[in-house]
């Protein structure tokens, strides 16, 4: 299982930059660390916020695909069963206590949701929810949790929905993506103003998709179609939204086939500059997050993320993964656990950004002289240091972006 998501020698989008790193076959490719902007001659310099952002992601296997007895007979038929592993979903999701959860085979059924959007639901005193139901009559599709604003003594970053697009493939795998734009604002202990003072703008957009599980060959193309559709939404509403330089998510269920290297929708995603949360940390592929109906284990779900290579990147905070998990941590990561886990096919992927103003040194200090207390959240971290220099835990495949 173990691999990155590969570029395979091709471009990455053009930053007018220029990279030099030593390649290693050992470690993840796709981290690309904020260079230098040839252009001033001055480099540029990452300075870590406080707070985090917390990005899950988790295939529930709905009820209505859920085999039972035979293949004529599915969860959906057994209400009480359904019932019970939605109350541990629901257990689940709370336990995790991510900012934003992207679930897939997310059911369209009414009681189904009650456990999810419902007045008494934990899930939705905690969460606002966007879904988008799969074409074709589908009875599944994805849904997308926001944490809700806490109070304003909180130590949290707030995030609300500013946006919401639906994406349909409209290919005969009646897949969908839902791309949402966040607006994200400091924890409220730091200075009254700091939102105000903050240099940059604090939105980012995140899509989560279910991709075809690959059958045979042509199912196996249809899911890199799928995702160059859901790259290009991002694309096409940074465009056409004035928002070149925004960050970027993905999440979600890609059914890959269980290595990094040679599937097509991660080198897909290598060569256009993204990167996997989990790859940047731990060095290595989530190992086991899923077992098929074939009962193969494999590596499927996935965190992704990608700084903009827009000249307006910088006008954006910009995230580092700091940390990820398959949840629950308790249990190996390498292989399909025996016990302690029946609620999913699929275990959930949790992983951690540091937000990061991306800048020159003087462009940057100005929050921090502004504030009232140089141990304010949004002071630059004693840790900063000159983005120039390639990251320890990365490498390229090439020694040089142009």
């Known amino acids: 299982m173990a691999g990155s998501f590969r570029?395979?020698?091709?471009?990455?989008?053009?930053?007018?930059?220029?990279?030099?790193?030593?390649?290693?076959?050992?470690?993840?490719?796709?981290?690309?660390?904020?260079?230098?902007?040839t252009s001033s001659g001055i480099s540029v310099t990452e300075h870590v916020l406080a707070g985090s952002l917390t990005i899950a992601t988790f295939n529930i296997l709905a009820p209505c695909w859920k085999p039972m007895r035979s293949d004529w007979d599915n969860e959906e038929g057994h209400p009480t069963i359904w019932k019970d592993r939605a109350n541990e979903l629901v257990k689940v999701i709370i336990n995790i206590d991510a900012d934003i959860i992207c679930l897939q085979e997310y059911w369209f059924n009414a009681q189904f949701r009650e456990f999810f959007e419902g007045k008494s639901s934990p899930v939705a005193a905690k969460y606002e929810c966007r879904a988008f139901r799969r074409t074709g009559r589908k009875p599944d599709g994805v849904a997308t949790f926001v944490r809700r604003p806490e109070s304003k003594s909180s130590n949290r970053w707030s995030y609300t929905i500013a946006d919401t697009v639906n994406v349909p493939f409209n290919d005969v795998g009646q897949r969908v993506a839902l791309m949402l734009r966040i607006h994200a604002e400091p924890p409220s202990s730091s200075t009254a103003d700091s939102s105000k003072t903050l240099p940059v703008k604090k939105d980012f957009l995140i899509a989560n998709t279910h991709l075809t599980f690959p059958h045979h060959a042509y199912d196996y193309e249809m899911r890199k179609r799928q995702m160059a559709a859901t790259l290009d939404a991002l694309t096409k509403y940074r465009v056409q939204h004035g928002v070149e330089g925004m960050y970027a998510f993905v999440a979600g269920d890609f059914n890959a086939n269980g290595s990094e290297d040679k599937d097509n929708v991660c080198k897909l995603?290598?060569?256009?500059?993204w990167r996997s949360a989990f790859t940047d940390v731990t060095s290595r592929s989530p190992g086991v997050t899923h077992l098929t109906h074939r009962n193969e284990q494999l590596a499927v779900d996935f965190v992704c993320h990608q700084r903009s290579y827009s000249s307006h990147a910088h006008d954006y905070i910009t995230y580092r993964a700091t940390a990820a998990i398959v949840y629950p941590p308790t249990l190996p990561h390498d292989t399909w656990p025996k016990t302690g886990w029946t609620c999913s096919d699929h275990r959930p992927v949790v992983a951690t950004f540091t937000p990061i103003l991306l800048g020159k040194t003087s462009d940057i200090a100005s929050p921090a002289s502004s504030s009232s207390s140089s141990s304010s959240p949004l002071s630059p971290s004693s840790e900063s240091q000159p983005s120039s220099s390639p990251s320890s835990t990365s490498s390229f495949d090439k020694k040089s972006v142009t």
């Open 7 to 37: 570029n395979g020698g091709s471009r990455v989008p053009d930053t007018g930059v220029s990279v030099s790193a030593s390649p290693s076959s050992s470690t993840p490719i796709w981290f690309v660390p904020p260079v230098a902007d």
């Open 269 to 273: 995603l290598g060569s256009s500059g």
